[in-house]
């Protein structure tokens, strides 16, 4: 009924591209790939967000120590999941709204073709209606002259 293909936004594409991404980046901890992960992180942070760095010592991440620079850069990701949510979210309620205006569109729709039938219907038994009133005014007029010549 709808098409449920790979057919990507850019901003879909781009997720999908820092998720992986930043799965290479744990598995293998290549630091090419984390440069490359903090640019196209700088790129979608929205300037409303500051992070200061508040801890200082290292946090266990996955089993592996990680640094204030690595640290800052996990926040970063966080932040970056935020407002692709937020644009998830606001791609799934034009995504509703798109969907509400089409079942209306189909619900007056299929109210006017019901209307139509209704009114071809009530022309239909007007005509009927019609020739019987014909067909009964020849049969009198027949039945009167048959008598009146007889």
Same mark, same amino acid.
Request: aromatic share 10%.
């Given at each position: 009924k709808y098409r449920m293909?790979?057919?990507? !936004?850019?901003? &879909?594409?781009? /997720?999908?591209?820092?998720a992986i991404i930043e799965g290479a980046k744990c598995i293998k901890g290549d630091s090419s790939i984390q440069k490359r992960w903090k640019e196209l992180s700088k790129e +979608?942070?929205?300037p409303a967000f500051?992070?200061?760095? =508040?801890?200082?010592? !290292?946090?266990?991440? =996955?089993? =592996?120590r990680i640094g204030l620079e690595e640290e800052k850069l996990t926040g970063d990701r966080y932040t970056g999941l935020s407002s692709k949510m937020q644009d998830t979210m606001e791609e799934n309620s034009e995504s509703a709204l798109r969907k509400r205006? $089409?079942? +209306?569109?189909?619900? !007056?729709t299929a109210q006017?073709? &019901?209307q139509m039938k209704q009114r071809l219907n009530e022309n239909e038994r007007? $005509?009927?209606r019609h020739?019987?009133?014909?067909i009964h005014q020849i049969s009198a007029v027949k039945? /009167?002259?048959?008598f009146e010549f007889s």
């Open positions: 293909g790979l057919i990507q !936004t850019p901003d &879909q594409l781009r /997720f999908s591209y820092m +979608d942070l929205s500051d992070h200061s760095p =508040n801890k200082i010592i !290292t946090e266990k991440y =996955n089993g =592996n205006i $089409r079942e +209306d569109r189909k619900a !007056t006017k073709v &019901q007007k $005509r009927k020739r019987l009133l014909l039945n /009167f002259s048959y």
